[in-house]
């Protein structure tokens, strides 16, 4: 065996030649996945004018420290260049929301047939099949049945693309948050929008990537592996954003701007220096660099939330000023701002905290979802108004729901409220690239399970995924021996909804 | 059929609606080596020969071999005709040492005695100093600490502390500290509880099968049994082993031969365990016997195939550990497996240790992928020294700090960080396999802080005991949904001790770790990303705790060396970074303060309110401090 390891490696094709970068990534995948998009470094420029693919990996290996999450080319068309997912936290009625159930008329009263099985989440009473709370009304050309929670989503009808057959994979909602938003129940893998900025980098490097807003009353169960980008760098996870005050942690110190230029002028000069003594320090000068950026974003970060600059016609029809509206309203003008300037992904809570600050209506559908219906129905609407006015709508993927959504019978004998139901549920798509007006799947009669073209929550990261250019099973991240993807060995997309 | 009048609520039925999860559903395709004969597959796999010990190389510079490292380096690069970097003047050795082996800057002074020391011996000196303190244990652990998946709670919906869990962050500080032989360090984490001189302190070891992530509510509690017992068999082969047996659990290896039998003969040590009652976090058995294991099929519970005996790894050769399998207890297995990583003739075990020991060293593991030593790994740089430092280590009782000294003290790893040569070598070994130079490295986050904290002499050094939780602001807890109600209170005092004892929350790690890469606590962690975004400067820039050790740095300098300007800047340079300022820095840093003097007076007055001179000068002071806690020379070690 030769004593030179350069030798070895290239004669054998693997060893260490093949493997130089952290958790045993090839050259070429660490090039990929450190040529992906966010805030950083010397060359991107570089790569982003030449050409990420078609640069022979030394020229980019020379750039040791590149920006992670500089803008990427899609593996494919997708229309969707960022994402807005809505999610609702605590798991709303499905049978009480978009699902159109009106056999539980007929059998209410009933029970569920007995062989329809299923695990009674946290052991609750258990009561008879119950109808829907509020009516349900056709909305648009479509006629889509939409309840009268939603009236104003249900305007937009001809935009929505419901999902009616969404099946998840716990009852618990710490671990059913995580599957929607990471597809596993356990803890610790990367997040949707995690491997969406990791695909496509993103476009505005003074501003995150991937950012997660939110509701004021708490976060959602289970806490950070929600946003985590799991084993990937943490220049792929979730940024929380507040709506209100400084939207990013650590965006202002106590120093003015002034002086603060002052120490960033006397740093730059003191590192230029000790960089010149290191010739070839690209990691060095990457973080000269992002200081830079992160200067930049001092002052955009708070313009990007900025709601004074929005006309007042716009606010109204949000319902920013106005309660119940407002905080999520805020939210909701946030994330548009944020996608109009370059982030690629927007997650933003409605509900926080626990049970009914939540949507988990186990003491009474009517009123958990009468008071979160309120909170989020016209901003919703407003969003897809906006996006559309601004020419936005097609270029943006809308994606709604919950971690799951709740039986179709009471919670105990004449009881108002419903329990957890992961077998049967209903997501809605708008924009991006989504037909709109139509309804996929079918839950059973009762709304109880998921039956005809079902969706699991893989099918749905795939959808999202192929919606935005990336192809779910090329997607991958080598981790400890393994090409990891998001939608693990699964996922179909749901061509039926692809416009 | 629905029965047309009301009947009572239904009975629940399993879960099994959905139960064909294959969570860890891998792909379903014939492994690779199956194919081949498996025999000659498994002997090519370089990690699996025995270790060798091999005559040191011979050189033709032998004023530069110090150690026998430097007799396996040096010949690869004479080779080519190339030189090894000069050696890192004193004042950066210094510094390089103390951030290895402690995660703590040297005091001014210590750099000054230093250099001042021309003795052959100070480096050695100075080396046995640095491993005979608890710092030691306390930079190190923390290696282990990531490995371990190490975190204080839970994780899920109520991320429920793990009661006492600081006692086996203590136990593994302490462990370093006493350098406890490695085999027994194995030993006592998989088994402490079945040693025939068992102690509360083995017991706290087994914590190592306690500090994973735990769902008290999972949605299966069959599947999630065999979850929680492949956390154990991933953190165990990863951990001792860096060999990926988890890929094995629904079908065979894709990539080494590990059959799928293997997965389950490994499960049989831990399906017999459970957690110990007691105020400790200790694992111990269910009782005397042992249940049976069965291959499941695609890894899915409720397909149970044939029944799987316990057994090791076959694609190990370790002589005779077949028949221990047939002597296995009913009970007190895990001992059995430990005993079987810690033979000497397992291949995996030692190199695996000597390589994380040589990363942590040099930033990069000889073996360049320290989780990976099967087919998909980077053969090692330099096998030979590989095997030479894995047989020292067992050879000298599996005592870990020799092994230190003998790497730090060799000329390879006294070598700067930068090379005279350094774009014609980078042209042809960009990554550094020949180890021409040494790696520069960025602090991680725990040094990072720690750092910041000793430079301004606010370090609180007391050690072991219940983490503290750090000021946690508004904003930081709102990730959390139960806001404020789940962080505790910690005094000052207590605030100011280093990171290792920081609370470990997995629902809410402490964003001024997480945006510098700390690990996620979720799975083993071998290497941590090096990520360089911008929120990294804005932490530094903006963040309250780098403000506050600013301003106790500025009052150590003011206290120190106040009235003189020039003392003041040369002291916080001493300080920061163990060296005193160019001309060109002083004169830099000596502008600022008079610039930020008047910045911070006239600001005062804008908002009306005058600020007294002494008070612009303190302000300006601390400013230049805030700058010197941001320069890239604080962050990275040469």
């Known amino acids: 065996m030769s004593t030179d390891p350069t030798k070895r490696a290239a004669a054998s094709g693997r060893g260490p030649g093949s493997h130089l970068f952290p958790c045993g990534q090839t050259r070429r995948e660490f090039v990929w996945e450190m040529g992906a998009g966010f805030v950083g470094v010397a060359l991107s420029a570089l790569l982003n004018q030449e050409g990420f693919f078609g640069q022979p990996a030394s020229a980019a290996e020379s750039a040791r420290g590149l920006n992670p999450l500089t803008s990427k080319p899609a593996q494919f068309a997708g229309k969707a260049k960022s994402c807005i997912f809505l999610l609702m936290n605590g798991g709303p009625s499905h049978v009480d929301t978009f699902d159109y159930k009106p056999s539980l008329q007929k059998y209410a009263g009933q029970t569920l047939p007995a062989d329809k099985q299923f695990?009674?989440?946290?052991?609750?009473?258990?009561?008879?099949?119950?109808?829907?709370?509020?009516?349900?009304?056709?909305?648009?050309?479509?006629?889509?049945?939409?309840?009268?929670?939603?009236?104003?989503?249900?305007?937009?009808?001809?935009?929505?693309?419901?999902?009616r057959s969404c099946h998840t994979d716990s009852h618990a909602h710490g671990s059913a948050l995580v599957a929607m938003n990471t597809g596993s129940t356990f803890i610790g893998r990367p997040s949707l929008g995690s491997w969406a900025v990791y695909g496509l980098g993103t476009s505005n490097q003074s501003l995150p990537g991937y950012v997660t807003i939110m509701d004021k009353r708490g976060g959602p169960i289970s806490g950070?592996?929600?946003?985590?980008?799991?084993?990937?760098?943490?220049?792929?996870?979730?940024?929380?954003?507040?709506?209100?005050?400084?939207?990013?942690?650590?965006?202002?110190?106590?120093?003015?701007?002034?002086?603060?230029?002052?120490?960033?002028?006397?740093?730059?000069?003191?590192?230029?220096?000790?960089?010149?003594?290191?010739p070839g320090g690209?990691?060095?000068?990457?973080?000269?660099?992002?200081?830079?950026?992160?200067?930049?974003?001092q002052a955009e970060a708070p313009e990007a939330v900025d709601l004074n600059q929005e006309d007042q016609r716009t606010l109204d029809l949000y319902g920013v000023g106005s309660q119940p509206t407002d905080e999520f309203a805020r939210n909701c003008v946030v994330a548009r701002r944020l996608v109009e300037r370059g982030v690629r992904f927007v997650q933003l809570y409605s509900g926080g905290g626990h049970l009914e600050d939540t949507w988990d209506a186990h003491e009474s559908v009517e009123k958990n979802h009468g008071r979160h219906g309120a909170e989020v129905d016209q901003p919703i609407a407003a969003l897809l108004t906006d996006l559309e006015r601004c020419g936005m709508l097609d270029s943006t993927l809308v994606v709604w729901g919950g971690e799951f959504g709740r039986m179709p019978f009471a919670e105990g004998e004449g009881a108002p409220g419903r329990n957890h139901n992961p077998y049967g549920f209903t997501m809605w798509m708008a924009g991006g690239g989504v037909k709109g007006g139509v309804s996929y799947g079918e839950t059973d009669e009762f709304g109880f399970a998921a039956m005809t073209n079902k969706v699991h929550l893989h099918d749905l990261h795939a959808t999202i995924l192929a919606l935005m250019g990336l192809?779910?099973?090329?997607?991958?991240?080598?981790?400890?021996?393994?090409?990891?993807?998001?939608?693990?060995?699964?996922?179909n997309v749901i061509r039926d909804i692809i416009a | 059929m629905l029965a047309a009048e009301k009947q009572s609520p239904p009975r629940i039925g399993f879960s099994v609606a959905f139960g064909l999860l294959l969570v860890l559903g891998c792909c379903l395709a014939r492994p690779s080596w199956a194919a081949k004969d498996d025999a000659t597959e498994s002997s090519t796999l370089w990690s699996l020969a025995p270790v060798a010990r091999g005559a040191l190389p011979a050189t033709k510079d032998s004023a530069w071999i110090k150690t026998p490292v430097d007799a396996f380096i040096l010949p690869a690069l004479e080779a080519k005709g190339w030189a090894p970097a000069p050696p890192l003047a004193r004042e950066r050795l210094i510094r390089r040492a103390y951030f290895d082996l402690w995660g703590l800057p040297p005091s001014p002074e210590e750099v000054q005695a230093f250099t001042a020391d021309t003795s052959p011996d100070a480096f050695e000196r100075l080396i046995d100093?640095?491993?005979?303190?608890?710092?030691?244990?306390?930079?190190?652990?923390?290696?282990?600490?990531?490995?371990?998946?190490?975190?204080?709670?839970?994780?899920?919906?109520?991320?429920?502390?793990?009661?006492?869990?600081?006692?086996?962050?203590?136990?593994?500080?302490?462990?370093?500290?006493?350098?406890?032989?490695?085999?027994?360090f194995v030993v006592e984490q998989l088994a402490g509880d079945q040693l025939a001189d068992a102690s509360d302190e083995s017991r706290v070891a087994t914590g190592f099968l306690r500090v994973g992530t735990f769902d008290d509510e999972p949605n299966d509690k069959l599947k999630y049994k065999f979850e929680q017992l492949d956390d154990l068999i991933h953190a165990t082969s990863t951990a001792f082993l860096a060999v990926t047996l988890k890929c094995a659990r629904c079908h065979d290896h894709k990539f080494d031969p590990i059959p799928q039998t293997d997965y389950y003969a490994v499960l049989n040590f831990f399906a017999g365990g459970k957690a110990a009652d007691g105020p400790l976090l200790a694992y111990t058995d269910i009782g005397s016997e042992t249940p049976e294991v069965q291959l499941l099929h695609g890894g899915d519970p409720t397909n149970p195939q044939q029944a799987v005996a316990p057994g090791y790894l076959s694609m190990v050769n370790v002589e005779g550990a077949a028949d221990w399998s047939q002597e296995l207890p009913t009970s007190g297995r895990r001992i059995q497996l430990a005993r079987w990583i810690t033979d000497r003739r397992n291949p995996l075990t030692a190199r695996v240790m000597?390589?994380?020991?040589?990363?942590?060293?040099?930033?990069?593991?000889?073996?360049?992928?320290?989780?990976?030593?099967?087919?998909?790994?980077?053969?090692?740089?330099?096998?030979a020294l590989l095997d030479y430092l894995a047989s020292e280590l067992m050879d000298g009782g599996w005592r870990i700090k020799r092994l230190h000294k003998m790497i730090m003290l060799s000329s390879s790893y006294q070598m700067d960080s930068i090379h005279p040569r350094e774009a014609e070598y980078a042209q042809v070994d960009f990554a550094n396999q020949l180890w021409w130079r040494a790696n520069r490295r960025r602090l991680e986050s725990e040094p990072l802080r720690d750092a910041m904290l000793a430079v301004g002499g606010q370090l609180n050094p007391s050690v072991f005991g219940p983490s503290f939780f750090p000021p946690a602001t508004k904003e930081s807890l709102e990730g959390l949904s139960k806001k404020g109600a789940e962080w505790g209170q910690s005094s000052l005092d207590e605030q100011r001790r280093r990171s290792i004892y920081m609370m470990t929350k997995r629902s809410l790690l402490l964003p001024l770790m997480t945006t510098f890469d700390s690990s996620d606590t979720t799975q083993p962690c071998s290497q941590r990303n090096v990520s360089t975004v911008a929120p990294q400067a804005l932490a530094l820039l903006n963040n309250d705790f780098v403000h506050q050790q600013s301003n106790e740095l500025a009052a150590r300098v003011l206290g120190e060396k106040g009235d003189d300007p020039t003392a003041e800047v040369d002291r916080a340079w001493w300080l920061a970074l163990s060296r005193a300022p160019s001309e060109a820095e002083r004169t830099a840093a000596l502008a600022h303060l008079t610039v930020q003097r008047h910045n911070f007076a006239s600001r005062a007055a804008q908002d009306g309110k005058a600020i007294a001179e002494p008070e612009a000068r303190r302000l300006a002071l601390a400013s230049l401090c805030h700058v010197l806690f941001n320069l890239n020379e604080f962050i990275y070690v040469d």
């Open chain 1, 119 to 163: 695990t009674n989440s946290g052991n609750r009473k258990m009561g008879y099949l119950t109808p829907a709370w509020r009516e349900f009304r056709p909305g648009g050309q479509s006629g889509l049945m939409i309840s009268d929670y939603f009236p104003r989503v249900r305007e937009h009808a001809d935009k929505l693309a419901l999902i």
């Open chain 1, 224 to 278: 950070q592996p929600n946003w985590s980008s799991g084993f990937m760098p943490a220049s792929y996870q979730g940024t929380l954003f507040r709506p209100v005050g400084e939207p990013v942690l650590d965006l202002r110190g106590p120093l003015d701007r002034k002086s603060q230029r002052e120490q960033l002028d006397l740093l730059a000069k003191l590192n230029h220096q000790h960089l010149d003594a290191r």
């Open chain 1, 282 to 297: 690209a990691d060095l000068a990457a973080r000269i660099q992002s200081y830079e950026l992160a200067y930049r974003m």
């Open chain 1, 471 to 491: 192809d779910h099973e090329k997607l991958t991240y080598f981790h400890q021996g393994r090409e990891e993807r998001l939608t693990d060995v699964f996922g």
């Open chain 2, 129 to 184: 100093f640095l491993l005979a303190s608890p710092h030691y244990g306390e930079r190190w652990g923390r290696y282990w600490l990531d490995l371990v998946r190490f975190a204080e709670t839970n994780g899920y919906e109520r991320d429920a502390l793990k009661a006492n869990a600081w006692q086996y962050r203590d136990w593994v500080i302490r462990s370093l500290n006493d350098d406890k032989p490695y085999d027994r």
């Open chain 2, 354 to 383: 000597v390589n994380r020991i040589w990363q942590h060293h040099f930033g990069e593991g000889l073996v360049r992928t320290p989780d990976n030593f099967g087919q998909l790994s980077a053969e090692p740089t330099h096998p």
